[in-house]
């Protein structure tokens, strides 16, 4: 699980540039792709300079039988792989950044179509102490649809980067849509609405100020989906090793904006990051083995 700190407000002025032109662009080599599932398309990428891997996967919500959901409210941690296997599903991932004394996201989160209690997310005004609070955007999927809102940075400088879609975008950490099937909450914002958010340079002070961990190399999570709101896309990028060294934020961003996001969020990176599918982890989780966290994304998929 990553942590960070704020920033000034005076760094937080500097930083309404970051939808400057990025300096370089993250170059993908497509390494491998399968289909595992019908509506599943799953890649593996490697860069170079330095080497890092990352495991994408598109799901294409227009297909039969596939059904995205994510964790029900939790009694304790779980790992990826034993929840995506309990819940029946093809795909999963990890979700949210967490804490424990109660299990608890930083965010707001449901799943099986039931919100988590107020107490074991981070809408409680009980943890209004905590830098994290109300930080948080999140995607939404509803019986008819896919929803998201935008993170607290991204609403409070709506005008400057162009903001002005989502669910009740004036308001920071709105009330869930009626008929809420799952949520997973994360920040920061990667992408906003068709514009990738750069940096003068992915270590900058003024990068990402509402994070700053993502001025490090570290494994990563994303999640995000496309302008016609017909494709998910979950990735996972592999760190902390000799084969595979990690994604800086604004390298992240570059690459869920290659892979054809509209509206991208960082999720729980480090140990957390876990890509599962059909039974087995694909990728490399830095801690040697999955990390137990608090939710998930799951993807319904195939004849099952």
């Given amino acids: 699980?990553?942590?960070?700190?704020?920033?000034?407000?005076?760094?937080?002025?500097?930083?309404?540039?970051?939808?400057?032109?990025?300096?370089?662009?993250?170059?993908?080599?497509?390494?491998?792709?399968?289909?595992?599932?019908?509506?599943?398309?799953?890649?593996?990428?490697?860069?170079?300079?330095?080497?890092?891997?990352?495991w994408v996967a598109l799901v294409d919500l227009c297909t039969a039988r596939v059904h995205v959901d994510a964790t029900r409210a939790p009694s304790g941690l779980q790992t990826t792989g034993s929840w995506a296997a309990s819940r029946g599903v093809q795909l999963a991932t990890n979700g949210d950044f967490f804490?424990?004394?109660?299990?608890?996201?930083?965010?707001?989160?449901?799943?099986?179509?039931?919100?988590?209690?107020?107490?074991?997310?981070?809408?409680?005004?009980?943890?209004?102490?905590?830098?994290?609070?109300?930080?948080?955007?999140?995607?939404a999927f509803l019986w008819d649809g896919i929803e998201f809102t935008h993170t607290k940075w991204v609403k409070d400088n709506a005008a400057t980067l162009g903001a002005t879609g989502g669910w009740q975008p004036d308001v920071v950490?709105?009330?869930?849509?009626?008929?809420?099937?799952?949520?997973?909450?994360?920040?920061?914002?990667?992408?906003?609405?068709?514009t990738q958010i750069t940096c003068p340079s992915p270590t900058d002070s003024s990068c990402f100020p509402d994070r700053s961990d993502m001025r490090d190399r570290h494994p990563r999570t994303a999640m995000g989906f496309t302008e016609d709101r017909g494709t998910f896309i979950l990735a996972v990028v592999d760190g902390r090793s000799a084969s595979s060294v990690g994604m800086y934020?604004?390298?992240?961003?570059?690459?869920?904006?290659?892979?054809?996001?509209?509206?991208?969020?960082?999720?729980d990176?480090?140990?957390?990051?876990?890509?599962?599918?059909?039974?087995?982890?694909?990728?490399?989780?830095s801690d040697g083995s999955q990390r137990s966290v608090a939710n998930h994304w799951g993807v319904f998929a195939g004849a099952a």
């Fill in 269 to 285: 990176g480090g140990g957390s990051s876990t890509m599962w599918v059909d039974g087995s982890v694909r990728n490399d989780p």
């Fill in 1 to 54: 699980m990553l942590r960070a700190t704020r920033l000034t407000p005076s760094a937080l002025a500097t930083a309404l540039a970051l939808c400057a032109p990025a300096a370089s662009a993250l170059t993908l080599n497509l390494a491998d792709e399968e289909q595992p599932q019908p509506g599943i398309t799953f890649r593996h990428y490697q860069t170079s300079d330095p080497t890092t891997h990352t």
């Fill in 99 to 139: 804490r424990t004394g109660p299990v608890r996201v930083y965010g707001d989160a449901a799943g099986e179509g039931v919100p988590w209690p107020l107490a074991q997310t981070g809408t409680d005004p009980g943890y209004s102490f905590e830098w994290y609070y109300q930080d948080y955007g999140w995607i």
């Fill in 173 to 194: 950490a709105p009330p869930l849509p009626p008929g809420t099937l799952a949520v997973v909450s994360g920040f920061p914002a990667l992408v906003v609405e068709g």
């Fill in 249 to 267: 934020g604004a390298e992240l961003a570059d690459l869920m904006f290659q892979l054809g996001a509209w509206q991208a969020f960082n999720l």
